[in-house]
């Protein structure tokens, strides 16, 4: 049972430092890339986190392979799969966020995180036990959508609560390399171990890796987290979130080309799935493999990221990343042979990681610190919660079409997203100086 994080935090903090401007900026330029880990608890929930999510990256590998073996490779049921996992974020997501700002994150990670865990073993063992059926992964897969609803929001806000405000863009990015490492070892091994031993003990592995980040929050010291005061527990906490974020005409465009992004460009795993098997005529590893090349763009992208993340990011770097990562996917969507589409997914990878990772610092630093975990539970809703959508449509584009077309008629989405979302920000930066200089000279 979590409680209220008010109640620590009112506590003196051990080893804590005031935060000045003067400090922050010397801790942004002493540890190069890797300046975050300089922070005990944060090291802790990274060497968690590369075990946890090379267990989860295996374990969508796995799943994605097990609808297409138990449907006939079907790319309609891996699209319900997809949207299934995915589908809670749009009923929790919000909820938790406002959980998030109430509560204890770091207790609320550990209970989470355990749950995951249970549904991947349960998973392993209907598998490994030959008893196994589409509707299984079905329900599991909801299941596993409803904690990771849950962990998004909390785990996100938890970042600067670690490092503070002023390593959050590098912990930002730091996260992201953990992210793609894991991306690239994960589907990498499970390709390798499916062809070997099959798809139920890769969901073994990964139920007993989230030990791994459930230690890490245990090992924590509770005293050096920066925390701030847990909101209010009145009532209508949900509606102040989305007041707050609709008098920020900036916030909200970023938001909605992040929804783009995620919704229709980011729908790698099913739409690998399909092409590895229905369009290339390739096996479980050969799938594994395209995630791999899709996540050495996305490590190289988060490395960059981590390397300038020393200030607020600026919005170029989500837009221009948007809109180079939309042209990039279209382009790869039309490679003509096997080893061509992996090469081309290098730069998709880089370019998708330049923009999310300068959207979510851009979003967590232009919040109130009593808002963050609330606006963070919409970002990860319309992240995440696009998914069900995406999924589903990825899915028909390819049995109407073909393989290639869900990242095709993606990749054009998200161009014209980005292309929209800055000329309506452009906009109004442009009202916002016409009317500065119509008032000043009406003043003079």
Same mark, same amino acid.
């Given at each position: ?9 009112? &506590? ?22 890797? &300046? ?337 975990? &609330? ?70």
């Amino acid at each position: 049972m979590v409680e209220p994080a008010q109640q620590e935090s009112e &506590r003196p903090e051990r080893g804590h430092r005031k935060s000045t401007s003067d400090d922050s900026a010397r801790g942004s330029a002493r540890g190069g890339m890797f &300046r975050s880990l300089r922070e005990r608890n944060y090291r802790y929930y990274a060497s968690g986190q590369i075990v946890s999510l090379t267990g989860t990256w295996m374990q969508r590998a796995a799943q994605d392979w097990l609808v297409l073996e138990l449907s006939g490779g079907s790319p309609a049921a891996l699209g319900v799969a997809v949207a299934l996992q995915f589908l809670p974020n749009l009923l929790f997501t919000l909820y938790a966020g406002v959980i998030a700002d109430r509560f204890d994150k770091r207790r609320m990670l550990i209970a989470v995180q355990s749950g995951m865990g249970l549904c991947g073993l349960a998973l392993g063992l209907l598998d490994v036990g030959g008893v196994v059926e589409l509707w299984h992964v079905y329900a599991l897969a909801f299941g596993l959508g409803c904690f990771s609803a849950f962990d998004a929001p909390v785990r996100q806000s938890f970042v600067v609560e670690m490092v503070g405000a002023a390593q959050l863009p590098n912990a930002v990015a730091l996260n992201s390399m953990t992210f793609n490492l894991a991306r690239i070892v994960g589907p990498a091994l499970a390709g390798g171990l499916i062809t070997l031993i099959g798809t139920g003990p890769v969901f073994l592995v990964n139920g007993l890796s989230t030990g791994a980040v459930v230690l890490g929050l245990l090992m924590m010291d509770p005293g050096r987290l920066h925390r701030t005061a847990g909101a209010s527990r009145e009532s209508g906490q949900l509606l102040a979130g989305l007041r707050y974020v609709s008098r920020s005409p900036r916030l909200i465009v970023v938001l909605v080309l992040v929804c783009c992004v995620s919704t229709f460009g980011m729908n790698f795993e099913n739409a690998f799935a399909v092409i590895a098997r229905n369009v290339f005529e390739r096996d479980a590893a050969g799938y594994g493999l395209l995630i791999t090349a899709l996540a050495v763009g996305t490590l190289s992208g988060a490395s960059l990221a981590a390397r300038r993340a020393g200030g607020r990011p600026r919005l170029r770097l989500v837009f221009g990343g948007a809109a180079a990562f939309g042209v990039l996917e279209a382009a790869a969507s039309l490679m003509p042979t096997y080893h061509s589409f992996a090469v081309a997914l290098v730069p998709v990878g880089i370019a998708v990681m330049t923009c999310t990772t300068a959207a979510n610092s851009t979003v967590q630093l232009s919040v109130d610190p009593v808002m963050r975990g &609330r606006v963070m539970g919409l970002y990860m809703m319309l992240f995440l919660g696009g998914r069900p959508v995406g999924g589903l449509l990825s899915g028909w584009l390819a049995e109407i079409f073909n393989g290639r077309a869900p990242l095709l008629v993606g990749g054009l989405c998200v161009v014209f997203a980005s292309v929209v979302g800055a000329a309506v920000l452009a906009r109004g930066s442009k009202r916002r100086v016409d009317s500065g200089v119509a008032e000043k000279y009406r003043l003079g």
